[in-house]
């Protein structure tokens, strides 16, 4: 019982640890995912040198979905869109 009881201590101490890794997987795949896509047109540094809101980033990312023909999905574009926000954002006025 106290070796049951100690694997269930370990399980729940290293779950942070999985979910650190988790987040910050999921960071990196978005990062991945802005520059591949964002990249085929025009320079990242592009973006990267904007400071916009979510709402604002979101009309950016679906124009240049919608309007110029950048293939991405709507999954994609969400990803992309929390991604810019997150790292270049700014706070809505």
């Known amino acids: ?32 995912l802005f520059e591949a896509k964002c990249s085929q047109c025009h320079s990242i540094d592009r973006p990267k040198s904007k400071k916009k809101t979510e709402a604002e980033w979101e009309k950016t990312v679906m124009r240049m979905k919608n309007q110029n023909g950048c293939d991405i999905s709507d999954e994609e574009a969400k990803i992309i869109i929390k991604y810019l926000s997150e790292t270049y954002g700014k706070e809505a006025h």
């Open 1 to 32: 019982m106290k070796l049951i009881t100690a694997v269930f201590a370990v399980l729940m101490l290293s779950l942070p640890g999985i979910s650190a890794c988790a987040d910050e997987k999921a960071a990196v795949d978005a990062k991945a």
